[in-house]
């Protein structure tokens, strides 16, 4: 079948493969939630490398993690050349403009749309600050709200505006929109900064401690390294591969104490997107600098503390 997109055609085959087996939605349902939050999708998106996480059989199928575009794209599709030193190769990455793009990748079997934190423009420099509070295995949720309303208040008195979201499986993400004057390694260092500040407020319930066998499975970690350059995480109204088809879903922050990740599905998301819109509209005009949160790293390193763990020594 053919799907008109703003203008674009997209064929998409096989509409009816069943790509989530506990639910039965198939391919097209994937298609249509994806234009039922267009406007939320592609401002999640919009000129960033994105990694695809593709599930070319469905869910009960294999599941692949694709940097480079997968070939037969059309000419509109639109990528980011990036350098890998570690291996010293490139990848021609999606690089979202328009909606047509994101449902051509769906075509092409993408569930998940794992976007980098910076954009084509300054592909070294963040211009998003990512809080990934990640809960250990003996941690419940009511402890992850509590660890985002210390994040919260963290925020509020470096008059920081934070975005959050559900991320699609047991934790919980905030985003801040910062200046894209810093690297990968500073954004790092100022995230780590922050996350040490959470700790000493909630010392119970919080942990910066990198290495897992070492951390306490009851408590959130907040994870500082998903600001590492090529670390990526869901992006917002992204959908998960898991068999409820969830999706990372945008908050007001006066819902994370009656919100449930599992609430948020393809299913759930479009009425209310269609009724709040999208909650994370307005982050572009939330700019923040990071320098206070390097101070801080600064301090503790000054103080003793360990820098931030280099992503190849994890």
């Known amino acids: 079948m053919e799907i008109d997109v703003d203008g674009r055609v997209v064929r998409v085959s096989n509409p009816d493969r069943v790509y989530f087996p506990q639910t039965g939605a198939t391919k097209l349902d994937l298609v249509q939630y994806y234009l039922a939050v267009g406007p939320g999708i592609v401002n999640a ?5 994105c990694m695809l996480h593709r599930f070319p059989k ?42 047509a793009s994101v449902i051509w990748a769906v075509q092409m079997s993408t569930v998940e749309f794992h976007p980098w934190n910076s954009r084509r423009a300054e592909t070294e420099r963040p211009d998003e600050w990512r809080i990934d509070l990640d809960p250990g295995q003996e941690c419940d949720y009511d402890t992850v709200r ?32 910062v200046r894209a004057d810093q690297g990968f390694q500073d954004v790092r260092r100022a995230a ?46 992204s959908v998960r591969g898991v068999p409820d088809a ?33 909650l994370h509209a307005s ?12 101070d801080w790293a600064e301090r503790d390193e000054r103080d003793g503390a360990e820098p931030p763990v280099e992503p190849d020594e994890a």
């Open 45 to 49: 998106l919009l000129e960033r490398p």
């Open 58 to 99: 469905g869910l009960d199928g294999a599941k692949v993690h694709q940097k480079r575009l997968p070939a037969g794209a059309p000419d509109w599709v639109e990528t980011v050349r990036l350098h890998f030193p570690r291996w010293d190769r490139t990848a021609d990455e999606l690089c979202v403009t328009e909606l």
């Open 146 to 177: 509590r660890v985002a309303h210390v994040v919260h208040e963290v925020l509020d008195d470096l008059g920081a505006t934070g975005f959050p979201k559900t991320s699609g499986g047991s934790g919980l993400h905030v985003y801040v929109r």
């Open 192 to 237: 780590l900064g922050f996350a040490r500040e959470v700790e000493r407020r909630a010392p119970d319930d919080v942990t910066t401690t990198w290495w897992r066998k070492d951390r306490d499975p009851a408590k959130v970690f907040v994870d500082y390294n998903q600001n590492a350059r090529d670390h990526t995480i869901a992006a917002a109204y």
């Open 246 to 278: 969830r999706v990372s879903a945008p908050l007001r922050w006066d819902e994370v104490d009656a919100a449930e990740p599992a609430d948020f599905t393809i299913a759930t998301m479009p009425a209310r997107f269609a009724d709040l819109g999208d």
């Open 283 to 294: 982050i572009d005009e939330q700019v923040f600098d990071l320098a206070p949160l390097l």
